[in-house]
């Protein structure tokens, strides 16, 4: 079977941190509120997507050639912070110990064919919150939360369909 719309590859943000980030979401931006709480390692800034039509079983056997070189995560966000370029209504959650996502998605990169598109920006972690108007980004910003250790210990591959915001996974791992 293929993928019938972009593929990306996210590490699931656990309870119950995910069910906190889709109500902050879901106060400001009813779109991304569909979308599940998670950290795209794969097909965000510094990829983009990975392309629709893809064989499934393929991009499983690719990402299990690398798993075992992929470790959990323990981070904590920084804070909110709006998206460049977006003057400041468009927001994300910025983790801290970026290095480890990074080394996650150059190994990804490096370590797989997937046949992607590409972008001329670098790979930036990140949790999209959504579009904040300038009324209520005070009160976004104090339901955000920073301090708590999060580890992430699911990899997984989903397709996204743009248009409706469904998230469809494709396969997981433990890590």
Same mark, same amino acid.
């Given at each position: 079977?293929? /993928?019938?719309y @972009? ?6 943000? @656990? ?22 709480a998670?950290?795209? *390692? ?6 983009r ?8 079983? $393929?991009?499983?056997? %690719?990402?299990?050639? &690398?798993?075992?070189? &992929? ?7 920084? !804070?909110? +912070? @709006?998206v460049?370029?977006?003057? !400041? ?13 990074i ?5 990804? +990169? =490096? !370590?797989?064919?997937?046949?992607y ?14 579009r ?12 955000v939360? @920073?301090? %708590? ?8 591959? *989903?397709? $996204? =369909?743009?248009?409706?915001?469904? /998230? ?8």
């Amino acid at each position: 079977m293929k /993928t019938k719309y @972009p593929a990306y590859i996210v590490l699931d943000i @656990p309870e119950p941190f995910a069910s906190q980030i889709i109500a902050i979401r879901s106060k400001c931006d009813s779109f991304r509120a569909r979308i599940p709480a998670e950290i795209t *390692v794969f097909g965000s800034t510094g990829t983009r997507h990975i392309k629709e039509g893809q064989e499934i079983s $393929f991009m499983i056997k %690719e990402l299990e050639r &690398i798993i075992p070189s &992929i470790t959990r995560v323990s981070f904590t966000f920084s !804070g909110l +912070k @709006p998206v460049p370029g977006s003057s !400041g209504h468009a927001v994300f959650l910025d983790p801290n110990n970026k290095d480890a996502f990074i080394r996650i998605h150059e190994a990804i +990169k =490096n !370590g797989t064919s997937f046949d992607y598109v590409s972008s001329e920006g670098k790979y930036s972690p990140h949790c999209s919150i959504g579009r904040v108007d300038k009324s209520s980004l005070e009160n976004v910003r104090a339901q955000v939360i @920073p301090g %708590e250790t999060i580890e992430l210990r699911k990899l997984s591959l *989903v397709q $996204f =369909n743009p248009e409706t915001a469904d /998230t469809e996974y494709l396969h997981s791992w433990s890590l």
